[in-house]
């Protein structure tokens, strides 16, 4: 293969494509409108209304009449809104989205010459999309479920879309099992039950018969498939791609996004009653970062393995099934995004945004992978019968770099290409094709042999491996989770066939957690299993990830008050949360307004307890005030807030006499309170008995092993929840 010069490549582009603005939200302000009061309501075709409200009809002032078929604005109004949806997605019909912006700290250019990848003065303009994988657009943003992660680079040469999940590995090798795969866990067919779940037969009799997606499953039922946050995720390309580098080399490479925040998950019981207390949970957090200025942030990173060393591992690299484990392949961190923008409109950006695994640069290829190469050819097709044949011209799709090729016509074209010939050769050499060195795509001349066969590799026959790799890597806590994830998902199994195979299933990754299983669950408790190699890797754990620095930016933190709460508890709290970026609300028994103890001040507070409820939030503050707190105390919705936030592992603060409150609400006598004005912290319940002047003061310094009280409750949140409560049993006893 010629060598290719990235520079020359970019120059000669220039000359002959024009300049090219990098900026896509300038691109999409080219169909971008506002709406103002100084504008008239006119019909589509632009003819200006009188009214919006009444439809032409044969009608005086004593006798409604018959509607007028005549009126073309109310024919438009209904029969525009009548044909308004679209197919959802086939899969991932959930989802929420934000632009931003890629830039490599690292070039790449010994693996790659894709400036993306390799031009660290480059800013790359994206989109990216998040989702559920089973649910309906309609359905919750907490459930259970893989979350994709879909990046649309706008680059300089060209659309790259690298559509990805937050889990590393997928549930098949190859894709034509993708149909099986899916309808195993869509609501079933006969009665369209259960809706975004996993915990149902069908799913589980597929899992068990088909023994490839056993590494898979214990991921998706791992703390990954429930995620605190979009912005508390990985992002994982799976497939194995291929990237070239200017000698015209080849490697083999894995992609992977890392967020600054940390990756952290709710607990189970939160995502559950999520879903029906809130279910966008997920996208409004994502947006409420945004418009806060709290922009998520991910380091990009890429696993390379040379070309000659594809045959040195004990799988196959080209298995989606299959990690490559971190001490043998290390993740390079090359990259930064940052979301920073929230859409304008979700239809024409979120939900028509159309991701292609098929869209690369040079310098990307693809690999032998073979569920790569289906997933190739399903997504082109996807969009035509979901947007259309001209997907492609949609704002939000169309590239920032000049288009110009002889594909013509179709629904919806809106391009207009001037000249005669919309062929290739033609007698005026219009649009010639690119040369190598103008920036045309060239594929790695790659040698191909083989019989033509329906076969897979050798490799590819072992499914438990990585199983027991990824169960061996997990924290004590994780494995409780996983745990308690199969006794939920296998109780919704009615079927005894379905759960009792699966209980023996799990024996092939490690007889502990089968036998915990079963004996829940009420299958037949295996007595022995395959042998489990022992071996751990690292960068499996999300304990392994977390926040780069300690921070408490964006966690949402309730306050929770009465008439009569303590003001320099409250304003101090108040103030120091909003400096630390961290969301504060108060929650009121009652929305209105609420007075101070000493009468000096009254605040509106941001919702009631009735209205909101501890899901929502990360952690808990209780300021005192002798009326607040006996308020509280009477209310048994204020007594459920402090018990589930505490079930739900989150950091609870209580001052002055709000203390006591929360050691009745908890009533446990492992967790202990202040007596004194000395801070305590009992599994991250962190209590201050006596305020002074200067307890809580606003400038705090998150790190470990802190004294004052803010500074201790904030620490606390910043370690996302207390895995001490849950190790020492105490979370279940209270009732929540
Ligand atoms: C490595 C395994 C896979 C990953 C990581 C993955 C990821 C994703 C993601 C993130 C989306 C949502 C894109 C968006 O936000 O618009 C998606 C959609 C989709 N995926 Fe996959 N997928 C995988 C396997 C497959 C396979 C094997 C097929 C088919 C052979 C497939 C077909 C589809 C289709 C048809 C959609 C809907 C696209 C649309 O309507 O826009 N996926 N996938």
């Not at 204020?638 to 709000?658: N, S």
Request: charged share 25%.
């Amino acid at each position: 293969m010629a060598n290719i010069l990235p520079q020359t490549m970019e120059k000669v582009q220039h000359a002959v494509l024009g300049p090219r603005g990098g900026d896509k939200v300038s691109d999409l302000g080219k169909n971008t409108k506002e709406m103002t009061n100084k504008m008239r309501l006119t019909t589509d075709y632009g003819v200006k209304q009188t009214t919006a409200d009444d439809w032409l009809k044969a009608v005086d002032k004593d006798q409604a009449g018959p509607l007028l078929l005549e009126d073309p604005f109310a024919r438009e109004r209904i029969m525009r809104f009548d044909h308004e949806r679209i197919p959802e997605r086939v899969v991932h019909a959930r989802g929420t989205g934000a632009f931003g912006k890629f830039r490599v700290f690292e070039s790449a250019e010994d693996v790659t010459f894709a400036p993306v990848l390799t031009d660290t003065s480059r800013e790359t303009p994206v989109f990216v999309r998040f989702s559920t994988v089973l649910g309906s657009r309609g359905s919750a943003d907490t459930v259970r479920d893989v979350r994709g992660f879909a990046t649309k680079f706008y680059t300089q040469e060209g659309i790259w879309d690298l559509v990805g999940n937050d889990i590393p590995v997928f549930f098949i090798q190859d894709a034509i099992k993708f149909p099986d795969v899916i309808h195993a866990g869509k609501p079933e067919p006969h009665n369209e039950v259960p809706q975004a779940q996993s915990a149902h037969n069908n799913f589980w009799d597929f899992q068990y018969n088909h023994t490839e997606a056993t590494h898979m499953f214990m991921w998706a039922m791992s703390d990954r498939a429930i995620p605190r946050s979009y912005r508390m995720m990985q992002g994982f390309g799976v497939n194995t791609f291929t990237l070239i580098n200017a000698k015209g080399e080849r490697h083999f490479v894995k992609f992977t996004w890392t967020p600054e925040l940390g990756v952290h998950s709710l607990v189970w019981d939160e995502a559950l009653k999520l879903a029906g207390q809130d279910p966008d949970f997920h996208r409004k957090d994502l947006w409420e970062a945004i418009e806060n200025g709290v922009y998520p942030k991910w380091k990009f990173g890429i696993q390379v393995i040379p070309e000659a060393d594809e045959h040195k591992f004990d799988f196959d690299i080209l298995d989606a099934t299959k990690i490559w484990p971190e001490d043998l392949v290390p993740t390079r961190y090359i990259g930064e995004m940052e979301l920073n923008r929230n859409p304008d409109e979700f239809f024409p950006q979120t939900e028509q945004i159309a991701f292609c695994t098929s869209h690369v640069v040079p310098g990307i290829g693809f690999s032998d992978d073979p569920l790569l190469q289906g997933r190739n050819f399903s997504y082109f097709d996807t969009q035509i019968s979901r947007l259309g044949v001209n997907f492609q011209e949609l704002p939000i799709n169309r590239p920032v770099c000049p288009v110009m090729n002889f594909n013509r016509d179709g629904a919806m074209r809106h391009t207009i290409t001037r000249g005669t010939v919309n062929y290739w050769p033609n007698r005026f050499e219009i649009c010639p094709p690119a040369s190598h060195e103008e920036g045309g795509y060239v594929e790695y001349a790659q040698k191909v042999v083989g019989m033509k066969a329906r076969m897979r590799s050798e490799k590819f026959k072992e499914h438990f491996n990585q199983a027991q790799l990824f169960w061996n890597s997990m924290s004590a806590v994780e494995k409780n989770h996983i745990i308690n994830a199969f006794m939920f998902e296998l109780d919704h199994c009615e079927d005894p066939v379905v759960y009792g195979r699966m209980v023996k299933r799990l024996a092939d990754i490690d007889l502990g957690l089968a036998q915990t299983v079963a004996e829940m669950v009420g299958g037949e408790i295996p007595k022995e299993g395959r042998p489990n190699h022992g071996r751990k890797a690292p960068a499996l754990s999300q304990t392994e990830f977390p926040a780069v620095k300690p921070t408490i930016a964006s966690r949402r933190i309730a306050i929770l008050i009465g008439d009569g709460y303590d003001p320099i508890s409250f304003s101090g709290a108040y103030a120091a949360i909003t400096a630390a970026l961290a969301i504060p609300l108060v929650i009121g028994t009652k929305r209105s307004k609420v007075t101070s103890s000493d009468g000096s001040t009254s605040v509106q507070p941001h919702h009631h307890l009735e209205g909101f409820r501890s899901t929502m939030v990360d952690a808990l503050f209780i300021p005192g005030g002798e009326g607040s707190v006996r308020t509280l105390g009477k209310n048994g919705r204020a007594l459920h807030w402090i018990r589930e936030a505490f079930g739900h592992l989150k950091t609870i603060g209580a001052t002055g006499e709000a203390v006591n409150l929360v050691n009745t609400a908890i009533g446990l006598p492992e967790v202990t309170v202040s007596d004194s004005g000395e801070v305590h912290d009992s599994y991250g319940v962190v209590t201050l008995r006596e305020i002074k002047p200067g307890s809580l003061s606003e400038a705090v310094t998150i790190a470990k092993g802190a004294k004052g009280f803010l500074e201790s409750f904030f620490w606390n949140i910043s370690q996302h929840r207390n895995w001490d409560r849950e190790l020492a049993g105490l979370h279940t006893q209270v009732a929540y």
